[in-house]
């Protein structure tokens, strides 16, 4: 199958799936699956393509997408295609379960060189002891990465398999080639590693960052051949196959497909502040100068990165010990003694009265004795199975002061206010870390939750909050374990009632759970850099059943120095 015939059959699917397929169109889509049989093979598997990337796009957006039975023509009857040629379908029914990670988006006239494998030999690959080979690419890091069908979540340091469909239907991530190239593939993509030095993008935007050494790394795109000849540039593939090649430093050369370094004629060197369109067709173009750069990502976005606490098998387990955050796109390291606390003021709950957790063997007296004990175990400790759990929300976010004084508890506003111990310096990226104790069956990316201002003034508004940095799915996520939930008998709506009420002495929770974690960034709340922040308030969103659990929640230091705003020499924090 040419080019021409298989860059049509992917315009004539894509219609088929859409609904947008005319009558002509059918016609010439019916002979050409008649006429051949490998057409027919990459027609189903175009059209598994498709309708598995729509439904991507439709349940990111929370929206619900029909089942698949067959394709549909442009009046939404079933294709003849599926009611002509029962012997055809068959005969390929069994490649319509093709999983999406195994999709073949282009034919092989696509620009391609032969991967370069890794070799190991006999003896060194049966000897356990003997050194092994270095991956060709490896995760460096990871920012709210969800991929799809992938058996488990990666981690920084897992190697990427060669010749394997990566589907990022959400997040970005950062790889390191072996050659020392780096490269961030951000969501919706559709990416292959071939070799350490190529890489097949079929959708979605990347950049790369080739150092002095990994010169001539190359990427790959439907239609086109992008290499590096020591670089900065990034590249946004379009479904339809079209790209957008942008170089920030240095040069790259554009090969059209068809057309690669190795023969006699030359590519298009771009150099920096240049950027290019390759069409469908592989016709290259100029493009939008006004949006140049704006695809371009240095390093991944600022996040919580990690976190590390005490094992389950530790004398003293759950206990925090240290927090990773990006600022201002550097690494910031630190131990739990740094975190700015803070005083608990306000705690109000709406109908769920299950408002604590503490270790299995720290019981807590059944009934309340007005100490401040209870309040401590989120302000006055490092734990991450003790909290206090459930506070109130309300589904519109917060634009005028709560009310945690009144006289009529019933009156105050649910949810949780604190003032920390001293003032957080709004710094870049996140400024406050909130860990939530999430049951593995509760949504993966964590309860959402709102962040406003205990007192608004001018600017300053509510944020919220609807993914977590650190989720259910990450690896990072720390299992607890040994923790006992405790139900009161009444509803919470004052620190002073949950110091007096009385609850039912705890039980030995059975459902398996893990504190999950994100950032606060006190410039979403509308607080200008250098602002000094003492108080803030905190709701559940109320989108659904489940409530936000807090089990520890603490500021970071000021940046000091400020974060350079110049640009980084590498991805590598």
């Known amino acids: 199958m040419n080019r021409d015939i298989n860059q049509r059959l992917i315009e004539l699917v894509h219609h088929s799936v859409q609904g947008t397929l005319?009558?002509?169109?059918?016609?010439?889509?019916?002979?050409?699956?008649?006429?051949?049989?490998?057409?027919?093979?990459?027609?189903?598997?175009?059209?598994?393509?498709?309708?598995?990337?729509?439904?991507?796009?439709?349940?990111?957006?929370?929206?619900?997408?029909?089942?698949?039975?067959?394709?549909?023509?442009?009046?939404?009857?079933?294709?003849?295609?599926?009611?002509?040629?029962?012997?055809?379908?068959?005969?390929?029914?069994?490649?319509?379960?093709?999983?999406?990670?195994?999709?073949?988006?282009?034919?092989?006239?696509?620009?391609?060189?032969?991967?370069?494998?890794?070799?190991?030999?006999?003896?060194?690959?049966?000897?356990?002891?003997?050194?092994?080979?270095?991956?060709?690419?490896?995760?460096?890091?990871?920012a709210r990465t969800r991929f799809f069908d992938e058996p488990q979540a990666f981690a920084p340091g897992d190697s990427m398999q060669l010749d394997h469909d990566y589907a990022l239907v959400e997040g970005s991530v950062q790889m390191r080639s072996s050659t020392g190239a780096e490269m961030i593939v951000q969501a919706p993509a559709v990416f292959s590693i071939q070799s350490a030095e190529q890489v097949l993008l079929k959708v979605g935007n990347c950049s790369v960052y080739a150092p002095e050494g990994a010169e001539g790394f190359r990427v790959l795109t439907p239609q086109a051949e992008v290499v590096d000849k020591g670089t900065r540039f990034s590249i946004n593939v379009k479904e339809s196959g079209e790209a957008d090649v942008e170089v920030i430093e240095g040069a790259a050369e554009v090969f059209p497909v068809g057309q690669d370094e190795k023969s006699t004629s030359t590519g298009l060197l771009l150099e920096a502040g240049q950027a290019r369109a390759i069409n469908a067709l592989g016709e290259i173009a100029s493009t939008d100068a006004a949006r140049f750069g704006e695809t371009y990502r240095a390093t991944l976005p600022d996040r919580i990165v990690s976190f590390e606490a005490t094992p389950k098998n530790a004398d003293d387990p759950n206990q925090l010990q240290s927090v990773t955050v990006q600022r201002g796109g550097k690494s910031f390291t630190y131990n739990v003694d740094q975190l700015v606390g803070f005083d608990l003021i306000h705690f109000k709950v709406g109908t769920n009265t299950n408002n604590m957790t503490t270790p299995l063997v720290s019981i807590d007296m059944k009934q309340g004795d007005d100490s401040r004990r209870r309040v401590e175990y989120l302000d006055?400790?490092?734990?991450?199975?003790?909290?206090?759990?459930?506070?109130?929300?309300?589904?519109?976010?917060?634009?005028?002061?709560?009310?945690?004084?009144?006289?009529?508890?019933d009156a105050r506003t649910p949810g949780l206010a604190i003032r920390f111990e001293q003032p957080v310096v709004n710094g870049p990226g996140p400024?406050?870390?909130?860990?939530?104790?999430?049951?593995?069956?509760?949504?993966?990316?964590?309860?959402?939750?709102?962040?406003?201002?205990?007192?608004?003034?001018?600017?300053?508004?509510?944020?919220?909050?609807?993914?977590?940095?650190?989720?259910?799915?990450?690896?990072?996520?720390?299992?607890?374990?040994?923790?006992?939930?405790?139900?009161?008998?009444?509803?919470?709506?004052?620190?002073?009632?949950?110091?007096?009420?009385?609850?039912?002495?705890?039980?030995?929770?059975?459902?398996?759970?893990?504190?999950?974690?994100?950032?606060?960034?006190?410039?979403?709340?509308?607080?200008?850099?250098?602002?000094?922040?003492?108080?803030?308030?905190?709701?559940?969103?109320?989108?659904?059943?489940?409530?936000?659990?807090?089990?520890?929640?603490?500021?970071?230091?000021?940046?000091?120095?400020?974060?350079?705003?110049?640009?980084?020499?590498?991805?590598?924090?």
């Not at 016609?27 to 699956?33: D, F, N, P, R, V």
């Not at 991450?384 to 709560?402: E, F, H, K, V």
Request: negative net charge; hydrophobic residues 40%.
């Open 22 to 142: 005319t009558s002509a169109d059918h016609a010439e889509l019916e002979q050409l699956l008649l006429e051949s049989s490998a057409v027919r093979e990459q027609y189903f598997l175009l059209v598994d393509l498709e309708y598995g990337l729509a439904k991507l796009a439709e349940e990111e957006a929370g929206k619900p997408f029909p089942t698949r039975s067959t394709p549909l023509s442009a009046n939404n009857t079933p294709s003849p295609a599926s009611i002509a040629w029962p012997l055809i379908a068959l005969t390929l029914v069994g490649l319509i379960a093709i999983p999406l990670t195994a999709w073949l988006m282009q034919d092989r006239d696509v620009a391609k060189i032969d991967p370069l494998p890794e070799t190991t030999s006999p003896a060194l690959a049966n000897d356990p002891a003997a050194p092994q080979p270095t991956p060709a690419m490896q995760i460096v890091q990871l």
């Open 380 to 409: 006055r400790d490092r734990s991450l199975c003790t909290g206090l759990l459930n506070p109130g929300g309300n589904a519109i976010p917060l634009t005028t002061d709560p009310d945690i004084t009144s006289e009529d508890l």
């Open 431 to 573: 400024d406050i870390v909130f860990f939530d104790l999430q049951v593995v069956h509760h949504p993966e990316q964590g309860d959402p939750f709102h962040v406003s201002p205990l007192h608004f003034e001018t600017g300053l508004k509510t944020v919220t909050i609807a993914n977590y940095d650190i989720s259910l799915a990450d690896r990072g996520a720390h299992a607890l374990c040994n923790f006992r939930l405790y139900g009161f008998d009444r509803r919470i709506r004052s620190i002073e009632e949950l110091c007096r009420a009385h609850h039912n002495n705890g039980v030995a929770h059975a459902v398996p759970a893990k504190v999950i974690a994100t950032g606060i960034d006190l410039s979403d709340l509308g607080y200008p850099e250098g602002a000094e922040v003492q108080e803030l308030f905190i709701q559940d969103a109320m989108d659904d059943d489940n409530l936000i659990d807090p089990v520890f929640i603490g500021g970071f230091p000021p940046v000091t120095p400020p974060a350079s705003t110049q640009e980084p020499t590498s991805t590598e924090e």
